[in-house]
Each structure stands twice: as C-alpha cells, then as structure tokens.
C-alpha cells in the first residue's frame, strides 16, 4: 500500500494546479479540519472550555497583530529614512496581515498558524521561500511594456495592426 501512495505522490510531484483549484480545496479542506480538530479539542477539554480558548487565541493574535504590526511599520520607516528599499519591511508587513486574517478566523489550525506568523522567527521560516520565489520568477520574466502576459486574441490583433508602428485611433488625427 505504501508503494502505491509514493507512486501517487512522485506523478503528483511535478503538477501545478491553477490557483482556483487550490482556492477552492482550501475553502472546502479548511473548514472541514478546523471542524475536526475543535471537536477534538472539545471532547479532551469540553465545549464551553474549547470556545474560551479560542476566544483566547483570537484576542492574543489581536494584540500581537497590533504590536508585531507597529514595529514592522516603525522598521519599514527606519529603512527608509536610511536611504534603503524596505523589502524585507514591505514581506513582514504582508506577513502580518496574513497571520491578522488567520487569528481572526475561528479555529485552532488558522489561530495557531496565525500565530506562528506573528513570532518573527515564524516569519523568517515563511519569508525566506517567498523571497526566493519572487526573486526567481522577477528574474526569468522581461520588464518592459511586453511584461505582461499577452491573450492569443490581442497578439492576433497586434499582427494585424502591423506589430508595433503608431496607430491613430478613430476621430481626430493627433498631428
């Protein structure tokens, strides 16, 4: 059995899937496993008890939203004022609002991954991937006014202006 889910896994591997696909999984797995862990935590502790926690969980990340999100912002400024680009500043900034978004959602997995990205060590683990990532997607893609992705219908119609001379548009001439 375990040979057939490392097969799985390896032709798997190497699949992207569109990002809607991977927005609706997570609409529908998250809720299912923040259901499946409350009911778990409830019957070690109790009901009543598991909704304090919670409740518990959620005014922490408040707070450490606020503080974690001030100096973040004070550092972000200190660069600046230093003649730097506060790239590091503007990707925690990105970070804490995310984990601000998951201690607000009701359960124990987003509040504790919330959490996990309010502690700065927890950023780093996350930031670092980021980073990489942008910076290797920046560098294999062109600047330019040819930048952006272009649909076979708009490059059918590029060819048919004549791909790149000035066009006037309908109306008055422009000279």
Same mark, same amino acid.
């Given at each position: 059995? !375990?040979?057939?889910?490392?097969? =799985?896994? %390896? =032709?798997? =591997? !190497?699949?992207?899937?569109?990002?809607?696909?991977?927005?609706?999984?997570?609409?529908?797995?998250?809720?299912?496993?923040?259901?499946?862990?409350?009911?778990?935590?409830? +019957?070690?502790? !109790?009901?009543?008890?598991?909704?304090?926690?919670?409740?518990?969980?959620?005014?922490?990340?408040?707070?450490?939203?606020?503080?974690?999100?001030?100096?973040?912002?004070?550092? $972000?400024?200190?660069?600046?004022?230093?003649? *730097?680009?506060?790239?590091?500043?503007?990707?925690? @900034?990105? /970070?804490?609002?995310?984990? @601000?978004?998951?201690?607000?959602?009701? @359960?124990?997995?987003?509040?504790?991954?919330?959490?996990?990205?309010?502690?700065?060590?927890?950023?780093?683990?996350?930031? *670092?991937?980021? /980073?990489?990532?942008?910076?290797?997607? %920046?560098?294999?893609?062109? %600047? !330019?006014?040819?930048?952006?992705?272009?649909?076979?219908?708009?490059?059918? +119609?590029?060819?048919?202006? @004549?791909?790149?001379? %000035?066009?006037?548009?309908? $109306?008055?001439?422009?000279?």
């Amino acid at each position: 059995m !375990g040979s057939v889910w490392a097969a =799985r896994v %390896a =032709r798997c =591997r !190497g699949r992207r899937y569109p990002r809607s696909v991977v927005v609706v999984a997570l609409l529908v797995l998250v809720p299912i496993l923040e259901l499946a862990v409350f009911v778990q935590v409830a +019957q070690w502790i !109790g009901v009543l008890e598991a909704a304090l926690l919670l409740a518990t969980l959620s005014l922490l990340g408040c707070w450490l939203v606020k503080s974690q999100g001030t100096a973040v912002w004070r550092e $972000g400024r200190a660069t600046v004022a230093a003649g *730097r680009i506060p790239g590091r500043a503007v990707v925690d @900034g990105l /970070l804490v609002t995310a984990a @601000g978004v998951l201690v607000l959602v009701p @359960g124990f997995v987003t509040a504790l991954c919330g959490l996990a990205l309010l502690v700065p060590a927890g950023r780093d683990l996350v930031r *670092r991937p980021l /980073l990489r990532r942008w910076t290797a997607t %920046a560098r294999s893609r062109p %600047a !330019g006014a040819g930048a952006l992705p272009v649909t076979s219908r708009e490059r059918s +119609q590029s060819l048919q202006l @004549g791909g790149g001379g %000035a066009v006037e548009p309908p $109306g008055e001439p422009l000279g």
